[in-house]
């Protein structure tokens, strides 16, 4: 009996101990930039010597041009190579990870350079200090020249390693580099590596250049030039340099864009007051009339699986943004708020519409789903417009107008990138003043 | 000499009130050529011909013709059949406070107004060409409600 | 014949008292709250000390302010304590905290709130809709700053109920986490950003062994932000070892589960 009643009591008393498991939300961290080191790349002894510049410094130069890009961002913290302790050859074969820990990096990137028969050879690592194993291991082959292109390749690696999106380095920007007085500006294509580095200039500036965009190959640019005072759409080669009118239209042709898969070009038309949106194809130079309204129907945008356009028209009697699909048909209006819209670009992502709102005298930079809901204005100023999409979706870049005095003094135009979270605002560095702004594609796929 | 010293004062009184009377009106004219958004000065406007305006002003966004802008536009028109031989160029412009491709679009309306206006009064179509330059050339590069209104216009220029 | 009666009445007996253990229902108060609130009613003191970050804190300081005003209006729980003591808590109570939560206070400010209790009580004790505009409102103004004030979950609750962690025991664990966790900053705004990690401690608080629970998800594609954000969590628990254990009842908590989810930081 006594056993018995003490077996009940044991029973009892192990109950009672029978803890469930324990959960603990963490609900919060710290969004400062993730810290991580970039270790200058180690350049093999065995490499041969170039005339054009120094193989010796080709190392440290790459991992500048990555530290550039990834601090660019604001999601990360390169931390100051002098805390360095490990020399980047032994960094790369086997870094010692306490000693990375120490200065508080969670990531690590080492590399190797070697120039060897005129080929550049580019070896790099990403590791992850704290669990103290290696990420990613590659090696990039090319000409010598082309070193800028592999540091932004790398940075494209680590930054989708680390985030989880793919990145936006490997890119260029296509824009109008200005210069000269308010009133009598000139205008010029520009091209530049994303960083704005390798710029150079397209056309010479002798007529009006406006809003030039790539096509999906990054080969071609179409744009509107005022060339033999004609305000027409054109179309430039890149690597040619030849330029030609797209079509034969009676009147001024502007705001051009390519389709997704390149084959048409979308723009206005504007005729006796009347402006619509035509797309013409490239081969088979067939005309399409996609809007036929009296209004004025601008800045058209594809969404990246071409079956919609979203774009800018007045019929309402102020500039709204409006969505169709491809052929015209089903024209529907996304905006409602106080103020007017301009400029709509969709996203590559497909989620998102990029637009420019005017509101009491004050120019904003905005997204907002492709259905018109989640308006979000990102940044204001005096003047700012033309917002357009980085290849993954996440950051936009647009042009800034200052006021000017009297005389036109004071007045300047810049580019500027802002994150789609409204963070990290940046003016870009452009050799002259610049305006209308357009992302390529990633150049590598 | 207590009347002579009244007179004196009388004088000065008067004197100063016209005076500042005159500065008063001609400051009034000076602060406000902007009738309901519309540049109504003379400032920037060339002649064609004598008494011939080149030019008219619009309201923020808007391409309708003012009154005094037809009133222009007539004397275009009549000088035109005058001279049967001269074509034009009517540029359209819009001021800088707008997107730059609306802008363009909204230049080539303002053109087309007064293209209009003058085809009613009698102008053949054939001599009258149009070509906007949205907000890229603006005749005030001042950032300036004024200098905004006297860049929102449509000028008729000789092109022969 | 004694001796059965004996038997039976003691097997009864017993039998209750194990069902009065290990039921929860019958152990807990019968309404649950949003904070935590165990039987014996902790003192609670006002500032429970998470460092907050110093971005936060100013935002925190904004929304209490703000939250004020909310607070006093409610009314105040002793009395409904007693009431009701067998109804089945659990979906209702699930479904309106919710409401509630929405614009909830942060940890700093825990006063007893209303309570949810069920239907036929709701309309004597106060006027629901009254309280939803309120926090609707709040919700309205205070868009921006909702990023950083704190969400208590459901596993929380259940947590003290099964006498796990203290709040403060509780509190300073996770403050510690939140000093050591590099949210990364990539992640999209509209997908399930929740990483279960399970501990297997030693009793000086450093990790024996780890495991993420959605391991499979890592590497599936199109949610290349899954494997980021699970990396960093793990990140996170390294870096701060040893973890901020309570020094005594290892046995309590030797198995630790910690739920990391940034949506809220997140969303702006």
């Known amino acids: 009996m006594k056993k018995i009643f003490f077996i009940f009591l044991f029973f009892i008393i192990s109950f009672k101990n029978a803890y469930s498991l324990i959960k603990v939300d963490i609900t919060r961290g710290n969004l400062d930039p993730l810290p991580i080191a970039i270790s200058p790349l180690h350049v093999d002894s065995k490499s041969e010597k170039l005339s054009l510049f120094d193989t010796d410094k080709l190392g440290e130069e790459i991992s500048e041009v990555i530290e550039q890009n990834l601090r660019s961002t604001g999601l990360f913290n390169p931390l100051k190579k002098d805390s360095f302790v490990q020399k980047p050859d032994i960094a790369h074969l086997k870094p010692r990870f306490e000693d990375w820990r120490l200065i508080k990096a969670q990531a690590l990137i080492t590399g190797k350079v070697l120039v060897k028969n005129k080929k550049l050879k580019v070896e790099f690592r990403l590791w992850d200090t704290i669990a103290s194993k290696e990420m990613i291991a590659l090696s990039f082959t090319t000409t010598p020249l082309n070193w800028r292109r592999v540091a932004h390749i790398i940075s494209d690696k680590i930054y989708e390693r680390l985030t989880g999106e793919s990145g936006y380095f490997d890119t260029r920007i296509i824009y109008v580099a200005e210069t000269g007085p308010k009133d009598r500006r000139i205008k010029k294509l520009g091209l530049m590596d994303q960083d704005g580095y390798n710029a150079k200039y397209l056309t010479l500036g002798n007529e009006l250049v406006l809003t030039p965009r790539f096509n999906p190959t990054n080969q071609l640019v179409t744009y509107m030039s005022y060339f033999k005072n004609m305000p027409r759409v054109y179309l430039l080669d890149i690597e040619t340099g030849i330029q030609e009118v797209v079509g034969s239209f009676p009147g001024m042709t502007f705001a051009p864009r390519f389709s997704p898969d390149g084959k048409k070009i979308i723009m206005s038309f504007a005729k006796d007051g009347n402006s619509d949106i035509y797309t013409m194809d490239l081969k088979t130079r067939v005309v399409e009339k996609i809007t036929n309204h009296p209004s004025i129907d601008t800045s058209p945008s594809y969404s990246p699986d071409g079956k919609f356009i979203c774009f800018n028209s007045d019929r ?28 709509p670009v969709w996203s590559p992502r497909g989620d998102l519409i990029a637009f420019t709102k005017v509101r009491k005298g004050r120019f904003y930079i905005g997204v907002m789903r492709a259905d018109g809901t989640g308006e979000r204005l990102l940044t204001e100023n005096f003047y700012q417009e033309a917002p357009s999409w980085s290849p993954n979706g996440r950051v936009l870049i647009f042009y800034r107008e200052t006021k000017s005095g009297a005389k036109g003094e004071g007045f300047s135009a810049k580019l500027w990138s802002i994150d789609i979270t409204g963070y990290n605002e940046r003016q870009i560095k452009t050799e002259t003043d610049a305006s209308d702004p357009s992302w390529s594609s990633l150049l590598s796929k | 000499m207590r009347f002579s010293k009244a007179l004196r004062n009388l004088f000065l009184v008067l004197f100063s009130a016209l005076m500042i009377s005159a500065c008063a009106t001609a400051k009034k004219e000076a602060a406000d050529p902007l009738k309901n958004d519309v540049y109504t ?16 002003f619009f309201a923020t966004n808007k391409f309708s013709l003012t009154t005094a802008a037809r009133d222009t536009l007539r004397k275009q028109a009549t000088w035109l059949r005058k001279n049967k031989d001269i074509t034009v160029t009517i540029e359209g412009h819009a001021d800088e406070r707008g997107t730059r491709e609306y802008n363009l679009a909204l230049g080539e309306r303002r053109a087309n107004a007064a293209k209009d206006y003058l085809m009613t009064y009698g102008v053949s179509g054939k001599r009258l060409s149009v070509i906007s330059y949205g907000k890229e050339r603006p005749v005030n590069p001042a950032s300036s409600p004024l200098a905004w209104s006297q860049n929102r216009r449509s000028v008729t220029v000789k092109a022969n | ?37 165990s039987v014996e009613f902790i003192e609670i003191r006002d500032e429970t000390n998470i460092p907050y970050a110093p971005k936060a804190r100013k935002i925190i300081e904004k929304v209490k302010k703000e939250k ?56 004597e004790l106060f006027d629901p809709n009254q309280i939803a505009a309120l926090i609707d409102k709040a919700k309205e103004e205070q868009a921006e700053t909702e990023r950083k004030s704190e969400k208590l979950t459901q596993s929380n609750v259940k947590n003290s109920f099964a006498k796990g962690l203290s709040l403060s025991e509780e509190d300073a664990l996770r403050a510690q986490i939140f000093g050591c ?26 990790i024996l062994k780890s495991e993420i629970l959605d391991h499979a998800r890592m590497n599936t594609p199109g949610q290349s932000f899954y494997r980021v954000l699970a990396e960093s969590a793990l990140r996170a628990i390294r870096i701060c070892q040893p973890l901020k254990v309570p020094p005594t009842g290892y046995e309590r908590w030797k198995n630790l589960q910690l739920n990391f989810d940034p949506t809220e930081m997140l969303k702006g």
């Not at chain 2, 000065?41 to 008219?56: C, Q, S, W």
């Not at chain 3, 014949?1 to 108060?29: G, Q």
């Not at chain 3, 729980?77 to 206070?105: F, G, N, S, Y």
């Open chain 1, 316 to 343: 309402s009697g102020v500039q709204q943004i409006y969505v169709m699909r491809s052929d015209g048909t089903q024209v529907k209006r996304i905006t409602f708020g106080t103020g007017l819209y301009g400029t």
């Open chain 2, 41 to 56: 000065g003379t400032e920037t406007v060339e002649y064609l011909a004598n008494g011939v305006p080149d030019r008219v």
């Open chain 3, 1 to 37: 014949m004694s001796r059965s009666l004996f038997f039976s009445f003691f097997l009864h007996a017993f039998f209750i008292y194990l069902t009065a253990l290990t039921l929860p229902f019958m152990l807990r108060n019968p309404i649950d709250l949003p904070p935590i609130v």
């Open chain 3, 68 to 123: 004020e005003r909310v607070v006093s209006e409610q009314a105040p729980p002793a009395d409904i304590a007693k009431e009701k003591p067998d109804r089945i808590a659990m979906p209702e109570d699930k479904k309106e905290k919710q409401e509630l939560k929405k614009k909830k206070q942060n940890p700093e400010e825990i006063k007893p709130q209303i309570r949810q209790v069920s239907e036929f009580e709701k309309k």
């Open chain 3, 181 to 206: 966790w590099s949210v990364p900053l990539g992640l999209p705004f509209d997908e399930e950003l929740l990483v279960r990690i399970k501990l297997k401690l030693k009793p000086d608080g450093t």
